[in-house]
């Protein structure tokens, strides 16, 4: 992988970690300079800029965020989807992040300042989010670790494979050693006959 192409993935994977965060620590929002909540005509708290879906997520470079919640935050930028295709395993974690995150935005919008049942209720739907994407995360990273231990078996097999033909080389070879000795013997033999006859 050449050093474009690793950055690019580096950039996928920050970005990834940061909506990660916000999807198990809680969803940011919008705060002024000096932090405070920011709240709407009902009352509630406004969630800030996050991408919820593929292409949000391909766009999305922090620079429409409060500087509250960027401030901490590594640098990203955009990409393209093609980019993106390219790393199957991260394309499904930001279909996967970006659908819980649109889940816990809905949940958040439909909460009532003035209803307690109400607020329990969603914070309920919101564990339930949260316990369905560590269920998917784990099937994923399974997956992964499943499609490893076959490449590792494949390459153990192969390893196997180049030591059986090693071996029966090194035998062949270890033979024609032998019978080359045996022949150097003969030869030697030979040469101690004839020898005593020069003198004639």
């Known amino acids: 992988m050449n050093r474009s192409k690793e950055e690019a993935l580096n950039n996928i994977k920050i970005k990834i970690n940061i909506l990660e965060s916000w999807l198990k620590n809680g969803l940011p929002l919008k705060r002024d ?34 500087k509250f919640n960027t401030e901490n935050l590594p640098f990203v930028r955009s990409l393209n989807n093609s980019t993106l295709a390219q ?14 995150l649109k889940e816990k935005i809905d949940i958040h919008n439909q909460k009532c300042a003035t209803s307690e049942i109400k607020r329990y209720e969603a914070e309920k ?4 989010i949260n316990l ?11 997956r992964v670790f499943n499609e490893l231990e076959k490449k590792h078996t494949a390459l153990l097999r192969e390893a196997r494979g180049h030591e059986q033909e090693f071996a029966k080389t090194y035998q062949l070879m270890d033979k024609e050693i032998e019978r080359l000795k045996r022949q150097v013997s003969d ?3 030979a040469i101690a006959k004839v020898r005593p006859l020069e003198g004639f």
């Open 33 to 66: 300079d000096d932090g405070h909540r920011l709240l709407d005509d009902k009352g509630l708290e406004i969630i800030d800029d996050i991408p919820t879906t593929v292409r949000q997520f391909l766009g999305w470079t922090g620079s429409k965020n409060c």
């Open 87 to 100: 790393h199957k395993l991260e394309r499904e974690r930001v279909e996967n992040i970006t659908k819980k």
């Open 125 to 128: 739907r919101e564990l339930i």
């Open 132 to 142: 369905n994407h560590a269920s998917e995360e784990n099937l994923l990273l399974r």
């Open 187 to 189: 030869l030697t033999v």
